[in-house]
């Protein structure tokens, strides 16, 4: 593990213990995620599953002080600066039965972020094509066949 991450985590269960009382998971380790459109996303880019730090919030609440953002519009937020995703409780996201597609998208941030030059409007729009979220604000890929998608996005590797 790199010192970034180590100190990210350190930084992570400090605020843990002192202010939050959010869970830290890693993924491939503690969440496993089996939804078929992220393997997909894997194995046509020929990427490896990461270890990536998801942090669960302990309520609502939490998850906006955290990541400063509404939890009435975010479920989960990817933040690239220290390679985090932070959820709503996990048990909110499965009661609305968004929990695999929630943490698909954030993942796919993740990746995109990682691998590409694409701006966030590109990834949200990518990802609204792959995941079929058909969400009007991000159709700038509408037209393109799911080979045309994965196509686009190798050629926008960093």
Request: glycine share 0%.
């Amino acid at each position: 593990m790199n010192k970034k991450k180590i100190i990210t985590i350190i930084m992570i269960i400090i605020l843990n213990i002192n202010i939050f009382s959010a869970k830290t998971h890693v993924l491939g380790e503690d969440i496993n995620i089996k939804y078929d459109k992220l393997n997909l996303f894997l194995k046509e880019l020929n990427y490896d599953l990461e270890k990536i730090l998801i942090v669960e919030a302990y309520n609502l609440d939490e998850f906006t002080k955290i990541t400063d953002k509404p939890y009435s519009y975010y479920s989960a937020f990817f933040i690239p600066e220290k390679n985090i995703i932070i959820t709503q409780p996990f048990r909110i996201l499965k009661e609305k039965n968004i929990y695999e597609i929630t943490l698909t998208h954030e993942i796919i941030h993740y990746y995109l972020t990682k691998y590409t030059i694409l701006n966030e409007f590109e990834q949200e729009s990518v990802i609204n094509k792959l995941l079929n979220l058909n969400i009007k604000k991000y159709n700038k890929f509408d037209k393109f066949t799911q080979k045309d998608m994965f196509i686009y996005i190798k050629n926008e590797r960093k």
